[in-house]
């Protein structure tokens, strides 16, 4: 009986360890892959994924799930990766195939040539997918490829040790997911011009490593009833970039695979190299919308995918068109200097937020023409207006409103997050607190919260210091 206890024992700690091991890896270990939609927004998708797009951050960067989604209902996922070389691409495919099949692979192609490996490139493949006989076939092959020693072979395999110092550096997301809704593409309206790249028809010798990923690529998907697609992203590209790309399409091609050059072919799809590239090396969001309204007639044209608009499971494709909407709308409203303008654009999107507006101090000192009768177009009276104090906007509808009080406490919930309002005797402006947040006004005149409720974040914030004129003075915010 002792030794069958002393068993029970043994084995009731060694898998309490193993839990609390697992649980410990689970908050520490890696979760950005440095570009797209990561993998566990991909692993916790229950839905068939029609369309995955593999590679590099320019994979993150061309392809725009929402256009695929809002404009023919095309389900895709941006599984990619910063600076992922041919082997962690191969990887991606399998593990993608394995777990959510898609119809079409579609394999971005600008680092599929480079051999150039680095450790932070490694991880972002390897240590943020699940633990898996393809995670550990990768690794070893990536530790002998590139002489790696023993001892980040096992630190690999164990993941532990690589991760578990991280403790340092944990953010919210390291607990709870806080952004399911993104499916890939993030953007940017960046724009540096630069000047159009001379077009090469020369080829060069690819490399055996670089055949033998691409060859394993194209044999998994057409395994499997994957119908790989091939595309080079425009950028500046070299001569020898060029040359590249070319011997590539015709290796693909020589397979019997497409291949979309928009490197070769960036005049026919309207790429300007003034007005279209964020940087050297990616599209901003005007050139992605160009090339992923190509990359969409070839899907919607070639392939038999169906749209998946209005189907169930299917509503995190709708929050990411949500998402990309609103970010486009920060950049714009943070584009307002003056509060004439900003309360213009405002007014024709406040009614899709949960919108404070909070009128401080000695507001009308500059004369009530800076706010009044702006306001009245967010159902504000105007007897409200000249009382002052907080009005909570929600679904184009006040739903608080201070009502000029010198002391209060209001709470409610916007969605998931508390929203706490009070104001005491001692306060010269009333106290505001989102969540974690502390947006609190600091000047007499107007201050404003925007709030996307379905998504959980904050849209905009700013203020105006009326002492100092009708200037928006914009809050610091994360991206």
């Known amino acids: 009986m002792k030794k069958n206890a002393f068993l029970f024992e043994i084995t009731a700690f060694v898998l309490l360890l193993i839990i609390t091991v697992s649980q410990l890896y689970g908050i520490l270990r890696y979760k950005n892959t440095g570009s797209g939609g990561g993998a566990d927004n991909f692993y916790s998708t229950d839905v068939p994924i029609d369309v995955v797009i593999f590679g590099s951050s320019h994979a993150a ?15 895709s996922y941006t599984l990619s990766a910063g600076g992922q070389l041919g082997d962690g691409t191969e990887y991606f495919v399998k593990e993608v195939i394995a777990n959510n099949k898609p119809k079409v692979a579609l394999i971005e192609t600008y680092l599929l040539l480079s051999e150039e490996f680095t450790l932070d490139s490694f991880y972002r493949s390897a240590l943020t997918s699940k633990f898996s006989p393809r995670f550990i076939d990768y690794t070893l092959n990536v530790v002998r490829n590139n002489k790696l020693d023993r001892t980040t072979l ?24 806080t ?34 990923h691409v060859d394993k690529i194209i044999e998994v998907c057409q395994s499997n009833g994957v119908e790989p697609v091939f595309f080079a992203a425009p950028y500046c590209a070299s001569e020898e970039q060029q040359n590249q790309q070319n011997a ?52 919607v044209s070639e392939y038999s995918l169906p749209d998946r608009r209005g189907e169930s499971g299917y509503e995190l494709w709708d929050d990411h068109v949500r998402y990309l909407s609103d970010r486009q709308f920060r ?4 584009e307002c200097n003056e509060v004439s303008e900003y309360l213009d654009l405002l007014k024709d999107r406040y009614s899709d937020f949960s919108v404070l507006i909070s009128l401080n101090g000695n507001y009308r000192a ?5 706010f009044w009768p ?14 002052g104090g907080i009005f909570v906007l929600r679904s184009g509808n006040v739903s608080w409103y201070s009502d000029g009080s010198a002391e209060f406490s209001h709470y409610e919930e916007l969605g998931t997050t508390d929203l706490n309002i009070y104001k005491t005797e001692n306060d010269e402006f009333a106290n505001i607190i989102l969540g974690e947040d502390i947006f609190s006004p600091e000047y007499n005149g107007i201050s404003i919260l925007v709030f996307d409720e379905k998504l959980d974040y904050i849209v905009d914030a700013m203020q105006v210091n ?14």
Request: net charge negative; glycine share 8%.
């Open 374 to 387: 702006a306001l009245a177009d967010f159902g504000i009276s105007q007897e409200d207006y000249e009382k």
């Open 179 to 212: 952004e399911e809704y993104i499916r890939g593409y993030r953007g940017s309206i960046e724009t540096i011009a630069f000047e159009p790249i001379q077009i090469s028809e020369g080829t060069v010798e690819l490399s055996e490593s670089t055949l033998i």
């Open 154 to 177: 096992e630190d690999m395999l164990l993941r532990l040790p690589i991760v578990h110092s991280r403790y340092k550096e944990l953010t919210r997301e390291d607990f709870i997911s």
């Open 61 to 75: 960067c061309t392809v725009n799930n929402g256009i695929l989604w809002s404009e023919n209902g095309i389900a």
């Open 366 to 370: 500059v004369g009530d023409d800076a």
């Open 466 to 479: 009326v002492y100092n004129g009708t200037e928006v003075i914009k809050a610091e915010l994360g991206d």
């Open 248 to 299: 590539l399409q015709a290796h693909v091609e020589s397979k019997g695979c497409r291949f979309l050059n928009y490197i070769k072919d960036y005049q026919e799809y309207g790429i300007d190299f003034s007005k279209d590239l964020r940087d050297t090396d990616h599209l901003n969001d005007y050139g992605a919308e160009k090339i992923t309204r190509a990359i969409s007639d070839v899907l």
């Open 331 to 334: 950049y714009n409203i943070r």
